[in-house]
C-alpha cells in the first residue's frame, strides 16, 4: 500500500523524501513535499475505507506526531517549511482515499 501511495502521489507533482521512517516514538509511512509543504502520510490498507479510516485512531495520530518531531529535528533544512499530515486510505477492493490535513498538529 506504501508503494502504491508514493506512486499516487508522485503522480500528483509530490516528491517523496522518505519512506517508513522509523523513531523510537513511532513511524511515518511516507514523508513527501510539494510547493514548500512537507507532508507526512499514514497509509492504510483495509478491507473497506471506512476501516482504514477507523485505524487512523488518536494514538496512531500521536506516534506520528511524535516522529515527525523527531524527523525535523533531523532535518534542519524543513524548518521553515509549513506542514500537514495526511492519510491515504486504501480498501481491498482497490479504492483510494487521500486525505489532505487529516489531523492537526
Known amino acids: 500500500a506504501e508503494l502504491r501511495a508514493a506512486a499516487y502521489l508522485r503522480l500528483r507533482g509530490y516528491k517523496l523524501r522518505a519512506r517508513r521512517y522509523k523513531t523510537p516514538l513511532g513511524e511515518i509511512d511516507l514523508v513527501?513535499?510539494?510547493a514548500q509543504t512537507l507532508v507526512f502520510?499514514?497509509?492504510?490498507l483495509r478491507t473497506t475505507l471506512d476501516g482504514a479510516?477507523?485505524?487512523?485512531?488518536a494514538r496512531n495520530q500521536k506516534r506520528v506526531r511524535a516522529a515527525a518531531e523527531?524527523?525535523?529535528?533531523?532535518?534542519?533544512?524543513?524548518?521553515?517549511?509549513?506542514?500537514?499530515f495526511d492519510a491515504i486510505m486504501f480498501s481491498a477492493d482497490k479504492q483510494?482515499?487521500?486525505l489532505p490535513s487529516a489531523w492537526g498538529h
Open 32 to 34: 513527501v513535499e510539494r
Open 41 to 44: 502520510v499514514e497509509v492504510k
Open 53 to 57: 479510516a477507523e485505524a487512523i485512531d
Open 70 to 84: 523527531l524527523y525535523l529535528q533531523a532535518h534542519p533544512q524543513y524548518t521553515d517549511c509549513d506542514m500537514r
Open 96 to 98: 483510494i482515499e487521500h
